[in-house]
């Protein structure tokens, strides 16, 4: 991938011996980072400050190109504790849980990678349990069929990441704000000898986009469509199930 565009400097970080990690935020492309080799030099270290405006000329030969694909990690938990736990997470008789409420997320987008989503197994699993008896957090290691593992985590005791990573055998992918995102997202793109950030824009939000998808699926009646079915809602629900037992 190679493009031309300008944009102004936003941050700057050494990287090796004469090199910086820059960000830059682009007229056509958003927020993007890189490596500028020779960027500590004398001869360009002095264009190089921030809210400098620059040409940028962008250059990868490895865009979208990870490698096969070896691990996905994937978490989702925010704190619902209190002093006395009254939450309704922390009920048993209303559904309460990690895993019921949240472990449904993690697991569908471990789904997205697999053809067969009915040959992913549970490895191993760990489980923690409130005073109420309901599991507060929950980790599981997932196999898809030995090709790769999908490790994930929730919780409704702890605040966590809360992203997703792509993990392949030249790079990797990381997912900021999976679950609910902004208008405006991130993906980090990384391989060996590249990093950048690519910037997504949409004018709708998630809910939006979601009733959108769900509508042209019932006018054009799309049944090739990359919304769930029933077949994979009932193995992400046997998925959970698996989990929970003891």
């Known amino acids: 991938m190679t493009w031309d565009d300008e944009g102004f400097l936003i941050s700057k970080n050494k990287y090796s011996e004469n090199s910086l990690i820059v960000e830059i935020f682009t007229k056509n492309y958003g927020k993007v980072s890189g490596i500028i080799f020779g960027g500590t030099s004398r001869k360009i270290k002095n264009y190089l400050q921030l809210g400098n405006q620059l040409y940028v000329n962008y250059s990868s030969k490895t865009e979208n190109r990870i490698g096969n694909l070896c691990k996905i990690t994937s978490s989702f938990g925010n704190d ?46 760990n489980l923690s349990y409130a005073k109420s008896g309901v599991d507060d957090d929950a980790t599981a290691l997932l196999n898809y069929d030995n090709k790769f593992q999908g490790k994930i985590h929730v919780s ?91």
């Open 80 to 125: 619902k504790s209190d002093k006395n736990n009254e939450h309704r997470l922390f009920n048993k008789d209303l559904g309460g849980g990690a895993i019921l409420d949240l472990g449904c997320y993690p697991i569908s987008f471990v789904m997205l990678f697999a053809k067969n989503p009915e040959k992913i197994t549970i490895d191993s699993k």
């Open 156 to 246: 409704i005791k702890n605040n966590l990441d809360n992203i997703c990573v792509i993990r392949g055998s030249k790079g990797s992918l990381k997912i900021n704000e999976p679950w609910k995102p902004d208008t405006n997202s991130t993906i980090e793109v990384t391989s060996k000898k590249h990093f950048y950030i690519k910037s997504i824009s949409s004018k709708l939000t998630v809910y939006a986009n979601q009733i959108e998808r769900v509508a042209e699926s019932f006018i054009n009646e799309k049944e090739n469509s990359n919304l769930f079915n029933i077949d994979k809602s009932l193995t992400n629900m046997k998925l959970m199930d698996n989990w929970l037992k003891n």
